[in-house]
């Protein structure tokens, strides 16, 4: 067989093993309906906005790229987001395992490797198609699986030889490092990886290299001059502080989960031997890519404390280790066969804990099952295993109540228990703007989608500006992005005319006396004044009941 013929059938194998993981793992969240509102108001002519005017622009999506991506999708084929976003997100995981190939084919093992490196290839792609986070966020209808792309396409090329003095691969490079900053805001690391290589690379690629980092600029310039702020609203809604008692035990329970205590020790055993060699300092890309990677995970796990999503920011490690661990154990200089065999145990024990879990959680399906959903899984492996599952499980039930790592068939049953209830999208249009109709919830992102035209004030502070910047009150028990409470005068202040009934009827009073645009600008003036005050009415507006 040929080379070309030999990575193709490596590759198609494992596309193939990643379609399944996704049909297996298919799940949309809530909280992916508060993108594709934002979208929704766009098509509409209102702007990427959360409420129509009056209501002045906030930014509570984090994700202006796959909102781009997710809105020429609808645009050229009339296929709306909810139907689009999972098969895009496994389009783009497809890529994510062409980087990853490309990685573990092209590094510099030494001679001796060559005859082993189809199978270290394949095995690397096994891992990476067969891991539950992987083909988690192959859905969802979150950026996940985009950003996962651009980190990973960023780390392929950036460790290139050749991508300082080919401008053709240097403007690639450059562009994923853009999407990455605009599908995310901690992607603008990458842009940030690429500056300091453009600052070295030759006259041609540096230019190419910096050429596409003009789009998150504009972005970022476009951003403050229409929302008023250098960061997304959601920023100030989830911050409270470093949390890394939080952050700590998100990191460990997902090294356990998908034993990559096998990788840390192969990083360890390659750290040491080049310690023994000496030598040079290491070459700059290699730097750079694990400098970006490394604050990415220090961010997430030192400061914020993890991730409501299971690991969604973890993502992009799975197939940067599992690719990179051959090449660490060659250069640590392990024999071929030593490391294949390390690879595969690799492989293997990144499976029990995992889908276990989802074995036992898999045919749950009320909300009043998965709720707080903690699933403790060493009562269910074999003794070798359940020493190791034990920490996993403390870890998992201390991190789930806080609504950190909360896993993924709780966030399916839950969209799955709104569908059930709301009523459908071409039914909540029936409600018009022009009445000015106000719905408070905490859980905004389904509603948003089927209510259209209704303004819903966003309890949490996601998409509000005032209760994103007001002090929660105190707490037992800390929660990852629910801490905020929104003030009742606030809420008042827009009169409430709009619920939805337990039965999932959606309910509208009409006022006694209408609210008009007037009002809801006074309101937005006068509390954005006071943001951050203690609680009380603002001056100079009359009372309003919240809704009967």
Known sequence: MSRRALVASIYAAAA???????????????????????????????????????FLPVEGYTNFGWIALLGAVWATTGIAPPRAANALSFALGLGTLAFALRIAWRARLPARFEPWRPALAALALLGIATNRTFVTWLSSGLETSLFTLCVVGFACLALERDVATRPGRALALGALAAAGALTRPDGWLLVLGTAVLAARAARPAALALLAPLALPVAHLLWRRAFYGEWLPNTYYAKQLGAWPESGLRYAASFAVEYALWVWLAAAGAWAVARVRRGGGPPALAPVVVAAVVAAHFAYYTLRVGGDHFEYRVYAHLVPLAFASFAWLLADAGASPRATAALLAAFVALSWPIPWMHHALTRDLATREETHVLVAPVAPHLPPPLRWLAAPFDRWQAWLIPRHVCMRHREHAVYLRSLEALLPSRDEGATLSWGDRDVLLAGNV???????????????????DWVVAR??????????????????????????????????????????????????????????????????????????????P
């Open 445 to 463: 992102g389904l509603l948003g989608w089927v209510l259209p035209n209704v303004a819903i004030l966003d309890m949490v502070g996601l998409n």
């Open 16 to 54: 193939v093993l990643a379609w399944v993981g996704w049909r297996e793992m298919w799940f949309l969240t809530d909280d992916a309906f508060i993108s594709f509102r934002y979208l929704s108001n766009a098509f509409d002519g209102r702007g990427l906005v959360w409420n129509p005017p009056p």
């Open 470 to 547: 007001t002090p929660p009150p105190p707490a037992a028990l800390r929660k990852m992005a629910h801490e905020r409470v929104a003030p009742p005068d606030y809420l008042a202040c827009y009169a409430p005319n709009t619920v939805v009934a337990p039965n999932g009827d959606v309910l509208v009073q009409r006022r006694a006396e209408p609210l008009d645009d007037a009002r809801i600008a006074a309101c937005e003036r006068a509390w954005r004044a006071r943001a951050g005050e203690p609680i009380r009415p603002p001056p100079g507006l009359p009372p309003r009941e919240a809704h």
